[in-house]
């Protein structure tokens, strides 16, 4: 049988002990088309296609003119593109006697994202990071309410919260939608956090503290720089949480600061003679262009994080 | 020296009574007061005043007026009720086997070292970016007889295909599976790639040295090694499952007739079409209790007392 | 003062009438109408609306159907009392029918401002659609049932049906007062006579349903106005609907009579019922708001507005006393059959929304499934005889 | 009564988790100065007890004092202490300076008060060239060396070192040992240090602490417990290879086991052991020769022979029971061989059969 | 050449990752029944070869024969390998027998079959009354011994251990290393183990194969080790404390260091060695008295003195150079004190100062 010419190395043939190299040798000759991976990426790409094909569907059609939305021929690229329809999306949809389409509550969006996001982190984060390191009694008890919390629907919580709200006098501000976003991204995050704090040796919590460090000291100074994987999961978490979210930004506030979803909830379901899909499909990429932004952006550290907070536990 | 003098040593100065408990670590304690008061004021009370108004014949505002288990009576006694829970338990569990197998089917694709990992990952967690009434309308439109699949396969020249789930009442609940696990599928896969990745390289090669076949490897060895991973997925799903309401009114509002129809929007509606404070509740504590009886296992098992301190 | 006013209506002619009411307060007032529009129908928009009201952060004036709807809102002390203005114009004398005003009394206080009527006893039918299928346009529902194989063998939808629950019990709602007759209606309706509802006129009701069921099986649409499209290209027969079906019909610039038929009460029993909208202000604890308010409600009866607005909505005016020339056949049949009096009260007056939900949920079953008609009738019977 | 000598004092210290006693009833003095060492096995208490005094860990009764104050309920950075973990536990994201003034700036420590005595630990532990780089970029030898640089800075009377060296490898474990010991030599504080090596304890220790199940065994030098153990846990615990045991009866001076009789003479009974009844026998197995002359001898045969470098270990049975014999490096012995054994009974250990306590 | 006492022969070994070179041109022949040990300090490609070995990596070149058989392409059940790992790799939910049969079922091996080599095998290591636990409920010897049972049932000629023994505690770890060393004697069986423990290979292995980078630097049996390693690295690797180096100038059979000569009379040359030139002269700390009379003698100060029981350990500096001692575990020696210390130069190493190898 013939050597490989992979064998690289002349000085070998000198060596006593070597002798002659016959049969197999060096790495098993490879078969890029091995069956396995046949399988193994076949798959891979059919399910690719069921995850992509929405995104097509939507892409082509958001670029049709409603002619030719109206041909039916739903998977076939745009023939003429076009785009008017994002165009219309953004700025001309109308709603009611509102005519601007989804840019008006885009920077509400941004306005109710923003301090949501930050402070429902903040306040996650501090809250995973008192239950790992600083148990008090019945700390895992609450704890525990928190989780379960996280399953009960939303809708049994709108009025109660609402009077709440209305107690505390934030019912309808900007303050009262960010502490209702607050309460109901706790729970997830919180476990996330706790979770990952968990794994960080506890000796590191005592060194500090022998160090004198405080409690805030502690989770601003030592955990707070080595947990940029969990933050970036929470974040993500969050940020398509709340920039997805229509029920509570339409029922705690009102119209001055009603989000994109709304808008994108108007522009779907008002109906005018014809459903006009191009515009829909649009305004609903548009809609969900942050989230993926941020997806796109941060792909490895999620999954990183996700391992991190998510697994232990 | 005063090595077995046991006498007690009272130079000492502020160090020697134990601290008021309330007041040790008050950092803590008040940093945690936002969960504590998320946990009892939201949680906790809303619950107990969903379910104490649930025995009342509340319709629009909240009233006291008690009427026993009659609420629960006429939810039982609805058809509609009925026909949502059997809804919920077909993609409950369709949703939950589909689910943990799509998605460790492909955490196990990515995780054998393929090319293009990263690519194949945000594919598929992307739809997870995007708000259940954009999914929900996009599959509307792709399943739709006319413009979507059927049509095509049908343009195609396979004239008898019939594929129009969101308008057949006997699969209409799988239509909305189909457009359900497009979305939440990513995420789930993530975390099965994530526990994957935590299973000891050692495990494999003892698994190779055995002669044991990938396949046979991952269902003797790996998944059940998994479990903890599978935990923390199967309460992601249940809670979304529980909690599935916007899907099901972007897709078909509960249609046709009520042939989707979930718990989830029996209260939305009861509470806010029917004015019908009441019956919502009942229907809610009802979903309540479904909540306790998957979590109390869970509860038990990641929680039940672990970690040093 | 920026008045809020938060409503639901958003479809074409709908978002075209309320820019009329807008424009009127901007313009005849020093006030501004900030518009609070919430697609998605009234499920949507009211727990919004009542969940604001009750968060103490109500807006100036909101949408409900007037009915019992908003009842209990002004029993807990929220809603601006409007009698004081209502006495100051003399409503009770304008308002045609008074009863649309009974609905907005409460202990005789007036609490709300009716805008419209509607009635949901209309059939829509098709010319394009029965001539490709050979046929003539058909005068009442059994001809037009008679012609149902026909159109369907054309490829036709005969009847158009969307999705949505309360199209179905809509649709039952009108088949009951053609063809179960007005007694039987009001003894099940309004006085809730359950073995009315048990009785033979209903059997034959739920008969006739379940006939027109099959011939609706194709519909595939959700929304009212789709199935209305369908009407419109000729694609299906006729549809089922009330009287905002006009506008979509305004909107395509059909011509009644050359391109559509209406048919009142089927063309059997020609009544109107007379639902409709009215618009409640919240309490809102400021003179000067409440001023506004007060304004925008009179501003609302008004005869140029009236007219201007249910023009463009398709519906008639809440007042008897003003000109509709501009009107087209539809409407003004719809006009006459008001001042020949034949009118019945809505079913958002004379049911509970719960109820009305109950019957919404049998409905939408009963002619999305196979089910029997006379259990769907039992079931009927059972809802009615619960009703509050 | 003088306290004057006294660092660290420990009085009836209970701590329990739960329900679980974990120290019990545990009194300790260290003196100023000293180097005392926690030895145990795993799970035995060592680090709960060292968490106790550091103030990481409530205590459930009892008083702690460190350098005559009572300490007790103090929180750990007022207790005079510095502690090096395990792990290391720096701070992953400071550099090494970071992480040596962390403590320092908590403490309000005037900025050029910092910057000296930043200068003086990393003179002292050679760590200079280190001080700008992160935890990361550093071997385990030199992340140790800035976490007892991290005590070092806060200037504290006590050191408290929680298996500081158990994650290096053998070489690098060696060293550090060497330097911790020099260290202790210049700086002269108390230390308080928990292993489970027996090497390191020995090596390190003024005095060693046995502790067993949250109990203090026998607290006394590293001689001192190597040559006469209080009972027979700590006999076997402390030598690499364990004491050979031996079972049998001693009367009269006598001990007897199966068929071996050992004349027991120069053997010093403590004063409260009983000289008769069922007992253990035990001597080291480098106390074992083949080559002198012994008071006590007989022949055995060579099972397993180990060869360890510098010595040889022979493994053999003695009555049943497995016995072990360090020879020398150089010793030509071969499995199967059948030597001459002897040892001198002065030099051996008795304990009770019952009570296991040193007769 | 005849191969039939050969067991694994490794041919021109490459392996990269990549572009880092892990095992370089490597050859090593293993005999039937012998018990090889690679010993290397981390990161030098010993789990590496072993994984080559077994057929976990694909090699990048060269040939690898077990028992004759050119196995370079054949998948690692078909090698006729047993392995054990540092971590066990037990598969954690099923029980000890589960993980000692699974093997075998999935090669479909008859009912009868397993059972009755999973009996045996159970009662070689006793684990019998283990045989119905999970892994969870096993303390670490056992384990160990359940790992090393599921290479034992597979019937094989080769066993490869992975630093088994690494995660165990100091007793634990004595222990084991004896029973594997019986295991060895009772099989018969090739063994192949990777540590980084020098004392696990001293006593277990008939040949040590010493790695660095990738390379063999020297293949013997411990002794050969030992007493002559074939250059620096070796020399300064094996043996604890380490040996003690001294840097200075060889000449006529003279080594000379500042101000200290030593005659190398006795000193054995390699054949190939230069003797003349810069040098490193090294004597091992247990080779050094200060009881006997030597060929070489001179005064030192102790500087530091380690008691580890059976030894003591004398910390000193010799021409400049840190010089350690190690005395009778009963030496009384003190800091301070000035010991007269002796060698013999003939069991001394030399190595060339340029080149490090042996001289
Ligand atoms: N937070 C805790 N809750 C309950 N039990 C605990 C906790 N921490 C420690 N223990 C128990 O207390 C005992 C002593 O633990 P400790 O950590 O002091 O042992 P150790 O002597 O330091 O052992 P090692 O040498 O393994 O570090 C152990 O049995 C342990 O299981
Ligand atoms: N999958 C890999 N990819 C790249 N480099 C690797 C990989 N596995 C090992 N290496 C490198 O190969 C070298 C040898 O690794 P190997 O695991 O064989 O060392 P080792 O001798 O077993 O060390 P240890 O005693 O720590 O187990 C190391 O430098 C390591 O960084
Ligand atoms: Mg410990
Ligand atoms: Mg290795």
Redesign the interface.
Known sequence: MANPSTLSSTAAAANAVSGKLEGPAGPKPRRPFKPSNIMIYGTLIIFSMYYLLPLYVMLVTSLKDMSEVRMGRTFSPPMDPTFKPWIKAWAEA?????CDGLSRGFWNSVRILIPSVLISIAVASVSGYALSFWRFKGSEVFFNILIIGAFIPYQIM??PI??I??EL?L??SLGGLVMVHTIFGMPINTLLFRNYFASVPMELFKAARVDGAGFWQIFFQIMLPMSLPIFVVSMIIQVTGIWNDFLFG???T???IYPMT?QL???????????EYNVNMAATLLTGLVPLIIYFISGKLFVRGIAAGAVKG | MAVTDHGQINSGRDFAKPPIRLFKNLSAKLASLPMIMTATVIFVGCSIWTIVHSFTNS???PKLNFVGLDQYE?LWG???WIVSVENLMIFGICSLIFTLLISFTLAALLDRKIRFEDSFRTIFLYPFALSFIVTGLVWQWIL???FGIQSVVRGLGWESFNF?PL?N?DIVIYGILIAGLWQGTGLIMCIMLAGLRGIDEDIWKAAKVDGIGTLKTYTHVIIPMMKPVFITALVLIASGIIKVYDLVVAQ????????SEVPAKYV?????????LG?GFAASTMMLCMVVVILIPYVYLQYGGKKDG | VDL?V??W????GE?AA??EF?KAFNEKTDHNW???????????A???M???I????P?GATQFNHGR?????VE?GLMLDLTDVAEAEGWRDIVHPVSLLDSCTIDDRIYCVPVNIHSWQWLWLSHKAFADAGVPVPSNWDEYAAAMPALEAAGKVPLAMG???WQSSGAFGVLTVALAGLDAWSAVSVDKDADVAAGPEYAKVFEAAAAAREYSKNT?V??W??AT?MVITGDAGGQIMGDWAQG?FA??EQVAGEDYTCLPGLGVNEVISTGGDAFYFPKQGDADIEAAQKELASLMLSKEVQVAFNLKKGSLPVRGDVDLTAANDCMKKGLEILASGAILPDGNQTL???T???IE??M??????DMDPADAQA?YAAIIA?AD | MTNDNVSVSIRNLDLAFGSIKVLKNLDLDIHKGEFLVLLGSSGCGKSTLLNCIAGLLEVSGGQIHINGKNVTWAEPSERGIGMVFQSYALYPQMTVKGNLSFGLKNARVAKDEIEKRVARAAEILQIEPLLDRKPGALSGGQRQRVAIGRALVRDVDVFLFDEPLSNLDAKLRTDLRVELKQLHEQLKNTMIYVTHDQIEAMTLADRIAIMKDGLIQQLDSPHGIYDKPVNKYVADFIGSPAMNFLEGNVDGGVFTAKDLKIDLKGYEFTPAGATGGPAWFGIRPEHVYIDKEQPVMFEVKAEIVEPMGADTLVWTHVCGSPFRIRLDGQAKTRMGDTLTIGFDPARASMFDKATEERL
Request: glycine share 14%; proline share 5%.
């Open positions: 109308c709603t009611g006697i509102n709108l009025y609402a009077i709200l209305r006098g019912f309808g339409v029922v705690y009102k119209p001055a709304v909830n108007n522009i779907v379901n008002s109906v005018q003679g014809v459903k | 319709r629009l505002l006429r609805s058809n509609r739709n007889p006319e129009d308008y009442p078909t509002s509960g249609g046709p007739g009520i042939a939305y509606d009861s509470l806010f079409l029917r004015q019908n019956q | 809020e938060t409503h209506w958003t479809s074409g978002a309320v820019a807008a900030v518009d609070g529009a919430i697609a998605g129908g009234g499920g949507t009211r727990p919004i009542i969940s604001r009750l968060g103490g952060d807006m709807q908003a009842e209990e809102l807990a999705g949505q629950p595939n959700q929304d106005n789709q499209a979509e909107v395509a509970s929304p719960d009305q939900g109950q949920d049998l939408t079953e009963f002619w999305s499934s079931t619960d």
